[in-house]
């Protein structure tokens, strides 16, 4: 009995490591797809800027809600932390560092690995069920290029833009709070601001949004050609779409940090 649980559950594993490899390459085989269909879909540029603006336009609420209360919590827990260890006059330089660096690029990605990702997922994989992919394959118009290029390059392109309105929006929020509820001079806090920051520290952050759009847009196009079996399966295509983008950029977020800060800027 033992020995058939274990044989079972070994093959349990070993078909989860060969979907996941199987997985694996299929996103490969689009990316490369993706890089081969690049050039002749920049000619689109229409299609782009639509793109642009449904990811980067519809994005600016949603961006600046989370993004100001990113900022206040920071001030309220840098403060609450400092107090007695370090010189309060700090604050606006820990704000600052810790947003341009990680919050913004970070937390932008993950609020649009559930906007973004899921509406690229969603879309697709609805005309993937409605056969719309197929008509566009019979009228001899590669998908790739027309449906996945445009909202891979959009969302590129935008997430750096949408970072820089993040960290804008975050450091704004954080000295509301340090003027308001924790006593702090306007003046003490723009200095530190200006004291402490670094081109490099930005360049990194957004070099990070960077590849999280592409990581995000690229998960989203992957799960919605991959979707079978009408609406529930856009559903799962989703779903899953959101879950890989927010795991993939966490991962990437760090490999990423270990990169930049130790070997090329930490020299």
Known sequence: MQ?????????YVGRRIEDSLAE??????????????LVPALASLRLIVQQMSAIGVGSLGLIAVVSVFTGAVSAVQAAYQFTAVV???????????SVIIELGPVLSALVLSGRVGASIAAELGTM?????????KAMAINPVRYLVVPRVVAAVIMLPILTIYADAIAI???WVVAVTSLGFNTHVYVQGLQEFFLVRDLAAGLFKSVIFGG????????????????????????????????V????SDYVLAHLLFRFVFGK
């Open 3 to 11: 020995d058939d649980l274990a044989l079972r559950g070994a093959q």
């Open 24 to 37: 694996v390459g299929r996103i490969a085989l689009l990316v490369a797809d993706m890089v081969r269909w």
């Open 87 to 97: 010189p309060l006059k700090f604050l606006g330089a820990v704000i600052l560092r």
């Open 128 to 136: 993937k069920v409605t056969e719309q992919i197929d008509a566009l």
């Open 172 to 174: 704004f929020g954080g």
């Open 215 to 246: 990581i995000i847009s690229t998960m989203g196009c992957h799960y919605g050609f991959s979707t079978e079996g009408g609406a529930e399966g856009v559903g799962i295509a989703t779903t899953r779409a959101v879950v890989a983008s927010c």
């Open 248 to 251: 993939l950029v966490l991962i």
